[in-house]
């Protein structure tokens, strides 16, 4: 039996590493075997990728010597930063540096690289529309990872650049699902009025860059897009109400006020969110849910997702 190639995966414990860890581990028969990157190999996570055939090796992305060393030997990686972790685009972007060096270091044949948009394209700095943040940025966690895509083509490297979209475990995770309204019901709300907003399931993503790595060269050197439906406000808020048995309204807030809602990242997500409301051909065509479909079958719609995970979404 020949021996499979080796996908090296970014933040194998977390979102998107994980699910792309789990979707080469759950196809035994494939081509690919996962090496697991994490800081914490003795987690719990860790442990049972461990317990499922993944190999695992303590990697930090702020110590470059341990990324390189992690890549050595691999066919292909999965790359990928955490902004919420530390809210700081100049981390993401020494981290992804280094990524994109390790990469060059071990000879990789396919690299994929989670990024997004950088607004500053559309919305220069001197654009009164939105606030400027941090000094230098509008969407900071977008825009420092559109920044670094040149880490990964000024070294000539075989890249494929991965566009994901909204996370709909942000209903379980970032308190994004349905509060109660001050006029009594339960309501979603985020400031995008009447526009759509792709939204995939993480796990998904994980399974769509499974699939770019399946079909290799064709995809190399291209941005893929990815989501899984495309959906307004009242749109999710319907499939809340059919999935949770109770009425769920949309209130399309202003992002003013989004931005002044006082939690960490607030007015990050304000701005993200007026980007893709005044924006909305820009940041829709790329992510094409056919595209997520053909490399990802399984590909779960909102109602589809909200079914499985109805009782993990907190209802406050």
């Not at 691999?74 to 280094?98: D, I, K």
């Not at 309501?187 to 907003?197: R, T, V």
Request: with cysteine.
């Amino acid at each position: 039996m020949s021996q499979k190639k080796i996908i090296a995966v970014v933040g194998a414990t977390g979102a998107q590493g994980g699910g792309l860890a789990r979707a080469i581990l759950n196809d035994p028969e494939g081509d690919f075997s996962v090496r697991a990157l994490t800081r914490k190999p003795d987690s719990e996570k860790a442990r049972e990728l461990a317990a499922h055939g993944a190999e695992i090796v303590a990697a930090n992305l702020d110590e470059p010597a341990s990324v390189q060393r992690a890549f050595d030997g691999a066919y292909g990686a999965y790359c990928v930063t955490n902004f919420w972790e530390h809210f700081s685009p100049e981390r993401e972007l020494a981290q992804a540096e280094t990524m994109a060096r390790a990469a060059q270091h071990a000879g990789l044949r396919h690299v994929i690289w989670s990024t997004l948009e950088d607004t500053r394209r559309w919305v220069p700095l001197s654009d009164e529309r939105m606030p400027t943040l941090m000094g230098k940025y509008k969407v900071p966690h977008f825009d420092a990872k559109g920044e670094a895509n040149h880490f990964f083509t000024d070294l000539g490297l075989p890249v494929t650049f991965l566009l994901t979209s909204f996370y709909w475990d942000n209903f379980i995770y970032a308190g994004m699902g349905p509060k109660a309204a001050k006029d009594g019901g339960l309501a979603i709300a985020f400031p995008m009025d009447d526009k759509k907003l792709p939204g995939i399931a993480v796990e998904d993503i994980g399974r769509c860059a499974y699939g770019i790595f399946k079909r290799g060269q064709p995809w190399i050197g291209k941005t893929v897009g990815i989501a899984g439906e495309h959906l307004r406000g009242d749109e999710m808020a319907a499939a809340f109400t059919r999935a949770l048995g109770q009425e769920v309204r949309y209130h399309a807030i202003s992002p003013e006020a989004y931005r002044s809602l006082g939690f960490p990242g607030a007015e990050d997500l304000g701005n993200m969110f007026q980007f893709k409301r005044d924006f909305q051909e820009i940041f829709c065509s790329p992510r094409d849910p056919r595209v997520a479909q053909s490399l990802n079958p399984s590909l779960q719609t909102f109602d589809g997702w909200l079914s499985r995970n109805q009782s993990r979404i907190p209802v406050r």
